[in-house]
């Protein structure tokens, strides 16, 4: 007979905690996934094996969250990529099928271009991407993902550019550099290495308000454009698990948002100080993202 939520919570955790990353080793999820269970395992008393487990968007690690209990021995990282699957015609798991145990990470995306690129800023490529349309590419992770619904609504108010996907960041990040595309939408954080040494640059951040690290860099939102989809990253679990449990690793989660070597990753990576939500709050949020996901690719 198995255990009732309180009593299974009550030793929990006796072993320790799978945490999928539905991304290779390397990037932005996996380094976050790495930090995190490095943080987390002296707070939570066991130790947190990181599973990379790629394929389709984060599709095939979610997949492998599915496939286990819900009881609080597998815990994934959940990105905004992975979460806009949720906003297509046939998604393979809905929100009910998870539940957010904590937001750990937001930050805004943006538009970069080369560091000698003709476009000294946004109102360069504007007007060029208005003069040609269909002509300027710019280098995204590709179709259905958070790059593709901020783009469509640059496409909406005239400003068509032709996407040039690519799954793997090092490509997309090299097909700027090497001028096979004109521009690459990504997130501050996971491009600091080509900003420290002056390889790119930012010309727009896709937000309400710029950031005080790019104070010359217009905000989409004060140039007219709504969109404002942070790269968000978080932990869910699969729903049903016992909500004491839920409680245990988002307290635990807690503690490791308020260590000074992750502030500090955060400061590093360019995402806001106070991403961290608890569970309390981090459900509400991610439903919340989805919606604007959905607003976003209503006209396309």
């Known amino acids: 007979m198995p255990l009732s939520g309180s009593a299974a919570a009550a030793g929990y955790p006796e072993r320790p905690i799978e945490l999928v990353v539905p991304w290779g080793p390397g990037g932005g999820a996996d380094q976050l996934a790495r930090l995190i269970s490095k943080l987390m395992e002296p707070i939570i008393g066991q130790s947190i094996p ?20 819900a009881d609080g021995y597998s815990m994934a990282i959940y990105i905004a990529d992975s979460h806009a699957l949720l906003a297509g015609k046939t998604p393979r798991w809905t929100m009910k099928d998870i539940t957010p145990v ?12 080369k560091e000698d690129s003709k476009y000294k800023n946004w109102a360069d490529f504007e007007k060029d991407a208005k003069a040609n349309p269909g002509k300027l ?5 590709g179709f259905g ?45 996971d491009v600091a290495q ?13 937000g309400e308000k710029r950031l ?34 839920v409680k245990k690793l988002s307290d635990a989660l807690a503690k490791v948002a308020e260590s000074p070597e992750y502030k500090k990753f955060l400061a590093d990576q360019f995402a806001e100080p106070t991403s961290f939500e608890p569970s309390t ?9 989805l919606e604007d996901m959905k607003k976003a690719t209503a006209g396309k």
């Open 50 to 69: 990181v599973v990379n487990v790629p394929g389709g968007t984060g599709a095939t690690g979610m997949a492998k969250l599915m496939s286990t209990p």
């Open 102 to 113: 904590a937001v750990m990470m937001k930050g805004p995306s943006f538009i970069f271009v």
């Open 137 to 141: 590419k710019v280098a995204t992770l």
């Open 145 to 189: 993902s958070v790059d593709d619904f901020s783009l469509s609504v640059l496409d909406r108010a005239g400003i068509k550019v032709v996407q040039v996907p690519f799954s793997k960041p090092s490509e997309r990040y090299v097909s700027i550099l090497g001028g096979h595309a004109d521009a690459l939408y990504e997130q501050a954080g």
């Open 194 to 206: 080509f900003l420290t040494s002056k390889q790119m640059r930012p010309i727009l951040l896709f």
């Open 212 to 245: 005080d690290a790019f104070k010359d860099v217009p905000a989409s939102y004060e140039l007219g454009y709504k969109i404002a989809l942070p790269q968000f990253r978080s932990i869910v679990v699969r729903s049903g698990t016992p909500p004491e449990i």
């Open 281 to 289: 709050k981090a459900g509400t949020f991610v439903a919340d993202q």
